[in-house]
């Protein structure tokens, strides 16, 4: 059972996730940049108003966290699993998420990103 209310929880898994999602744009960004589009700029606009939104949400979800003294740290990654250490106003919580539950939520966030549905 978890201590952590769910707003927080939520801030947690906020500043879990958009750090992916930044580096997915960002390598997306470089595909776009070195590849052979006709029209690439569009694209690149895209990804950079994605970046820039991103960005925004992650440093209030920082910012919310630091100011409840929370913070989280990856524990260990094997293939199936990644296992965080949430620290909630000094208490030490372990969760466990199922590697393909992260991939599905970064890109249902990044379809909301590029979509602009902030």
């Known amino acids: 059972m978890t201590r952590i209310p769910e707003r927080d929880r939520d801030m947690i898994e906020t500043t879990m996730y958009l750090p992916m999602v930044l580096k997915i744009l960002e390598r997306d960004m470089e595909i776009f940049d070195k590849g052979d589009f006709k029209l690439r700029r569009p694209y690149l606009e895209l ?29 260990e990654r094997d293939n199936e ?25 970064c890109e249902e966030l990044l379809k909301k990103y590029l979509k602009n549905e902030n």
């Open 47 to 75: 990804i950079e108003e994605a970046m820039k939104a991103v960005q925004k949400d992650l440093k209030l979800a920082k910012v919310h966290l630091r100011k409840e003294n929370i913070s989280i740290a990856e524990v």
């Open 81 to 105: 699993f990644t296992k965080y250490s949430f620290y909630y106003k000094g208490y030490e919580e372990f969760h466990s998420y199922f590697n393909p539950r992260l991939r599905n939520k």
